[in-house]
């Protein structure tokens, strides 16, 4: 079992509604990153996110995407108005002398 | 840009033979990863590769990485039904801050 939790495990909502998507990491890591799988697909990187600043973003990542951290521990990715494509299951990958890969949220936009 | 792929993308084999899955990359790395993916799952850690000449087994799976050619390999010895799953390479460029995916190699080992 990863021992990056991810919640929800698995999340619908209709189109046009925001989402946020959560990792609570086991240790105090300093690197996150987030990833994306469309169904059948490779993984696509989304962000990553240093010392409460995003550091590198993909194209994917656009201004309906937003990362923090709000308490110091849980890293969340906010979605503010999901699209049919954002369905997909995602992934946070805290780094520490490699990456850890959460249990991962599919999402489903109806 | 950094280019990584795979081949095969799908692989179906019986119990007992042996097979390599390839990972071709385009530019010069510090890391190249495989991960297992079983349906509906997370990504599952098998391999870190550092440097050029880096081999590393476990169990009936071994990875080999030749930073020269930029190509990584993983070998399947004697396979069994269990290592049906979804097998991906990635590779790690730190100053990128990011890890880029092969298309992933769908292996299906038939009885």
């Known amino acids: 079992e990863p021992e990056v939790t991810q919640t929800p495990s698995h999340q619908v909502t209709q189109m046009g509604q925001e989402v946020i998507l959560r990792c609570v990491p086991i240790?105090?890591?300093?690197?996150f990153y987030w990833y994306r799988q469309i169904l059948g697909q490779k993984v696509e990187f989304l962000v990553s996110f240093y010392n409460n600043e995003i550091s590198e973003k993909s194209e994917i990542f656009d201004d309906q995407f937003s990362v923090e951290r709000p308490d110091g521990s849980n890293f969340t990715l906010k979605i503010r108005s999901t699209k049919l494509e954002d369905s997909a299951m995602y992934f946070c990958a805290p780094w520490s002398n490699g990456y850890t890969f959460g249990s991962g949220t599919r999402l489903t936009v109806v | 840009e950094l280019k990584v792929e795979q081949n095969p993308l799908f692989l179906s084999m019986q119990e007992g033979k042996n097979y390599t899955i390839y990972c071709n990359y385009s530019?010069?790395?510090?890391?190249l990863y495989w991960y297992r993916q079983d349906p509906g799952k997370s990504l599952e850690s098998l391999f870190v590769l550092l440097s050029n000449g880096a081999v590393k087994q476990e169990g009936r799976l071994m990875a080999s990485l030749d930073t020269k050619a930029r190509l990584s390999t993983l070998h399947i010895t004697a396979a069994v039904h269990d290592l049906s799953a979804t097998y991906f390479c990635a590779v790690d460029i730190w100053r990128a801050q990011k890890l880029v995916f092969g298309q992933g190699t769908r292996l299906t080992i038939n009885p």
């Open positions: 530019t010069t790395s510090d890391r």
């Open positions: 240790s105090n890591h300093l690197y």
